[in-house]
């Protein structure tokens, strides 16, 4: 094999190890039948940590006032420490 079909057999390597998306980035998925899938059977716990992780997501973004956030933080951990 040349260098050059070793490096592009590594970057294959590399492309199949990465995922293909990431909602609020924490939850990955490699196809989009895996997204549908995780999607489609979400449970109440699942649905939560979703909720939250959104609201994280936004949040480390910017687009809620401050009054927003503090509203949304004690929200969570109302509902986390249920």
Same mark, same amino acid.
């Given at each position: 094999? #040349?260098?050059? !079909? %070793? +490096?592009?057999?590594?970057?294959?390597?590399?492309?199949?190890?990465?995922?293909?998306?990431?909602?609020?980035? #924490?939850?990955?998925?490699? #196809?989009? !039948?895996? %997204?549908?899938?995780?999607?489609?059977?979400?449970?109440?716990?699942?649905? %939560?940590?979703?909720?939250?992780?959104?609201? +994280?997501?936004?949040?480390? +973004?910017?687009?809620?006032?401050? !009054?927003?956030?503090?509203?949304?933080?004690?929200?969570?951990?109302?509902?986390?420490?249920?």
């Amino acid at each position: 094999m #040349t260098e050059d !079909e %070793l +490096k592009q057999d590594l970057m294959d390597k590399l492309n199949d190890l990465s995922p293909l998306g990431s909602l609020f980035g #924490t939850i990955h998925y490699n #196809t989009n !039948e895996d %997204l549908n899938l995780f999607i489609s059977n979400l449970n109440e716990e699942q649905s %939560l940590y979703c909720i939250i992780e959104s609201i +994280k997501y936004i949040q480390s +973004k910017g687009l809620f006032s401050l !009054e927003e956030s503090e509203c949304l933080s004690k929200s969570i951990r109302v509902i986390s420490n249920k």
